[in-house]
């Protein structure tokens, strides 16, 4: 092989290699709906999922924020600090968590998150690893909340906006197997014995 192919062949090697690594970048999302959308208001929470579910990727600080108005019906956080801090006290985050505002949240992250509000335990894996993603994003398939996904996927709006309806489906599914007498903020798993 003459040096010309030799060096033609390095150039191609080194130009496939910085492609890959070029493309391990975590997706980000240039303006966050939170700066402008993150009120606790009916018609400001409605503004806030009608836009996202028009959006190409949700990030972290939007995952967040619509993740608290659903457990929580507002988001009691005034920033994205808060709304970490606040969902790693609740151990719906890993306390290693550190994740930027405007990156693209992870199916992983968010899946753990899901697990946690919706108290589902899942089987031993899970229980074994405390949640450990991978395991959270296999559990929210069985139970058909998340589609066939990988730990590292991001959502776009509308799919984030998809799953949050999936989960409240989830949760109502759950209140036929309790009885009348309880009152719906009550209902929390299958777990639960029903009160006598």
Sequence with gaps: MNSIARSGSAWALAALLLAALGGCQTARVAQPLTAELAGNEPSQQLEFWHTLATRPLTSN??????????TDGQDPAD???ARVELLKSRKMLPANFRGQANEAV???TLAVAICRALEIKGGVMMRLSGAAPRYAVRELQFAEL???SSTF???SGGEFVGIIGRMEDYQRGQAVKVPAAVLPPEIRSTDSPAPQ
């Design 61 to 70: 600080d939007e995952a967040f924020h619509g993740l608290l108005l659903y």
């Design 79 to 81: 920033s994205y600090e």
């Design 106 to 108: 992870q199916r992983g």
């Design 146 to 148: 998340y589609p066939p």
């Design 153 to 155: 996927q991001t959502f």
